[in-house]
Structures are given as structure tokens and as C-alpha cells.
């Protein structure tokens, strides 16, 4: 009985959960903001691929929400880069739901904005699950993580449109095979394009910056 309560309240919750996010999507398409679910472990590289975005294309027309537990420091490292951003600390929580970004955007002001970044809690589980309102998801995978973890969490790579392998110099000596790494995405995603980033070496920067103007 406690069992059927709880699945039945959970698929309420999410319910729930996707109506506010179509909602938020709805208001974001009429202010023509291109918008990006950014997913990944933590660490793998979500604010610096950001911080490197905003570098690249300018601050005006980003905006990012940050996701953590605590602390302010992701939503301080894109203000100084000089885009607007906007901190949400979920205390005990491991995901930022529709809710949480409904009153983020509430409290920005988004006139000029074209690409809005929502950087979630750092896991592979959690955000999986819960719409946030953005078009697309973007996850990220680190070389230092594992080849093997697309396969481990599949869902994570399933609700991906794209995946970027990040800090591609470390693969070698992490043992992390870029050919196994892309197999095991393609396992769980075949259609899905694939881009490497890394501040240290050559890598897909112009193909990602591409990927989301034509978004
Ligand atoms: N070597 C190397 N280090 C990187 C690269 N990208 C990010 N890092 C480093 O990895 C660490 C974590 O990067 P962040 O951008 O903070 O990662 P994150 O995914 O935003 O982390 P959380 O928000 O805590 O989940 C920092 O010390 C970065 O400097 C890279 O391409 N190569
Ligand atoms: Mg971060």
C-alpha cells in the first residue's frame, strides 16, 4: 500500500514537473532564447566550457542558472566573465527541477538574452529525470571519469542531444579510450553528435559553438 502511494505521488511529482517545464520552454521560445540543459559528474568541465563560451561569443546575450548544493562560486565565475547568472543552491538536493528555474528566470532580467544556460547539480543520476524547460540537453564526459560510463548511466546518455568528451589531454594517461567512450555513448544513443573540448588541446570548441547557434 505505502509502496503504491509513493510510486503514485512520484509519478504525480513528475507530472507536475513537465507541465511547469513546457511552460517555461513555451515563455523562453516566445523570447526567442535558445536554451541548454548542461549535465555532466561532477567536475567535468560544465563552467569552464561555459566560461569559454561566454569568452568566445560575448557576455551580452548569455545568461547561465547555476546548480549546486552550495556555494555561490559557479554563478561568481560567470560574472566575471561579465555575463548574467543567477545561483541556485539546493541545500540537500540532487537535480534543479521546472520550479527552481521558474523563479530563477524570475529574478533575472533577460532583455537582449539569446542563449540561456541552465549548469545543473553535478551527477549522473538525478537531473536525468526532472525537465527543467530548455530545448536541449547537453552532457558532458570527463577522461578522467571512465570510458565505461555511458553504459553505466545510460539514462543520463539516453535523454542527451549531445555529449561533449571533455579533457581529452588527460585520456591517455587516465586509460580512457576515446573510440571505447564513443561506442558506449552510440550503444545507449546512436544518432548522437559527439564533440571533444579541452583548454589545453585542439579540440571541437568551433563544432560546439556551431551546434548551439543552430540549435
Ligand atoms: N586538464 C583540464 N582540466 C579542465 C578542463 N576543463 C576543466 N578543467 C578543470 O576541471 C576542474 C572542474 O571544472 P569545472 O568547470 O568547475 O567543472 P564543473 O563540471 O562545472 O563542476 P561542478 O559544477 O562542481 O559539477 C577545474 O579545476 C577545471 O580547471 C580541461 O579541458 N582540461
Ligand atoms: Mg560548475
Redesign the pocket.
Known amino acids: 500500500m505505502e509502496n503504491s502511494l509513493s510510486v503514485k505521488v512520484g509519478k504525480e511529482i513528475l507530472h507536475s514537473n513537465k507541465e511547469k517545464a513546457a511552460a517555461i520552454n513555451k515563455f523562453l521560445k516566445e523570447e526567442n532564447i535558445k536554451s541548454f540543459n548542461?549535465m555532466?559528474?561532477?567536475?567535468?568541465?560544465?563552467?569552464?566550457?561555459?566560461?569559454r563560451t561566454i569568452e568566445k561569443m560575448g557576455p551580452q546575450k548569455i545568461a547561465v542558472i547555476?546548480?549546486?548544493l552550495e556555494t555561490e562560486?559557479?554563478a561568481k565565475?560567470i560574472r566575471e566573465k561579465g555575463a548574467l547568472s543567477y545561483q541556485i543552491t539546493t541545500g540537500t538536493t540532487c537535480h534543479l527541477d521546472a520550479s527552481m528555474v521558474e523563479k530563477a528566470i524570475g529574478k533575472m532580467d533577460l532583455t537582449g538574452i539569446e542563449y540561456l544556460f541552465v549548469?545543473n547539480?553535478?551527477?549522473l543520476v538525478c537531473p536525468a529525470n526532472f525537465h527543467v524547460g530548455t530545448d536541449l540537453n547537453v552532457v558532458?564526459l570527463?577522461a578522467?571519469e571512465g570510458d565505461d560510463k555511458p553504459v553505466k548511466y545510460p539514462v543520463m546518455f539516453h535523454v542527451a542531444d549531445v555529449v561533449l568528451i571533455?579533457?581529452?589531454?588527460?585520456a591517455q594517461i587516465m586509460n580512457f579510450s576515446m573510440e571505447k567512450a564513443m561506442e558506449n555513448i552510440k550503444k545507449v544513443n546512436p544518432k548522437i553528435p559527439i564533440f571533444t573540448?579541452?583548454?589545453?588541446?585542439p579540440?571541437d570548441f568551433e563544432k560546439w559553438l556551431e551546434f548551439i547557434k543552430n540549435a
Open positions: 548542461m555532466s559528474s561532477p567536475g567535468s568541465g560544465k563552467t569552464t566550457l561555459l566560461e547555476e546548480g549546486d562560486n559557479d565565475r549548469e547539480v553535478g551527477n558532458l570527463s578522467t571533455t579533457k581529452i589531454e588527460a573540448h579541452s583548454i589545453n588541446v579540440d
